[in-house]
């Protein structure tokens, strides 16, 4: 038993010891490896998760989905659409993962990039190819990320034309009166004060009306395109790692060093 505790003590050393000679670069692109691995064993049930969620959101029609929301859409109760305002949650969710893992793709095919020499340089080129799709996946996704913040800003200005409006008003009261004591007059005044909140609901243009359920409906299939892209980039990035991960790994074929050239 002694031995093999001595045996356990050795080889973890002699582990320690490698790992702290091994090439930054190299820890950080097997790194790299790994985590390219996982999304790789991950996406068929990720395209599966949103296709599902795609189907399900698309089983009504942008006519019928707007009709319901303008149907629950009361001027004296302003409140939030939950159903949009969980579908945009979701779908941003999934593009800031999206967008993270993507990079993560883009910095392992740059972590394998060799050293500048003449000649051989097709794996390199495909590399180069390869980052260059993957970037503009990414970009897209982020543009459409970025776009999404603005649901609430747009829908808050469409409440205030149609939102009851509350006033308050101060009245004030004055009265005098006079008591005698001790053979002399005293004048006493006072003054209430009562505040009174009024309310005003003006009956609100139907455009008015049907512009929020309008913005609900778009953005809910915002939802649907900004879900597809995100299953769309992640299948066709992907698929280029997969198909060619010999190449983005190994560019100048077995037995070569692949590390940066940056």
Not at 42 to 71: C, H, I, M, N, Y
Not at 106 to 120: C, K, T
Request: aromatic letters at 6%; glycine letters at 6%.
């Amino acid at each position: 038993q002694n031995s093999a505790i001595s045996l356990r003590r050795r080889l973890s050393i002699e582990s320690s010891t490698k790992c702290e000679r091994m090439d930054p670069f190299e820890v950080w692109a097997s790194a790299a490896r790994d985590e390219v691995g996982e999304m790789i064993a991950r996406l068929p049930a990720e395209v599966e998760e949103v296709s599902q969620k795609v189907g399900a959101l698309t089983e009504v029609g942008l006519a019928d989905v707007e009709a319901k929301f303008l149907a629950s859409t009361d001027p004296g109760s302003p409140e939030t659409n939950k159903t949009v305002v969980g579908l945009v949650s979701y779908a941003r969710e999934a593009m800031a993962r999206c967008v993270r893992e993507l990079r993560a793709i883009e910095r392992y095919i740059s972590l394998h990039v060799p050293a500048a020499e003449d000649g051989n340089n097709f794996g390199v080129a495909v590399q180069l190819e390869t980052v260059k799709v993957v970037g503009e996946r990414r970009a897209k996704i982020k543009e459409l990320l970025d776009k999404f913040v603005e649901y609430h800003k747009d829908r808050a200005g469409l409440w205030k034309e149609v939102a009851v409006k509350s006033s308050t008003e101060e009245l004030s009261s004055r009265s005098s009166s006079s008591e005698a004591e001790g053979g002399k007059t005293t004048d006493k005044n006072t003054t209430k004060t009562q505040s009174e909140t009024k309310k005003t609901a003006p009956t609100p243009l139907p455009d008015a009306l049907a512009s929020i359920a309008a913005l609900d409906a778009h953005w809910y299939f915002q939802v649907v395109f900004a879900l597809e892209a995100v299953r769309d980039a992640k299948i066709a990035c992907i698929a280029a790692v997969t198909k060619n991960r010999a190449k983005l790994e190994r560019p100048k074929g077995e037995g070569a060093g692949g590390m940066n050239m940056f």
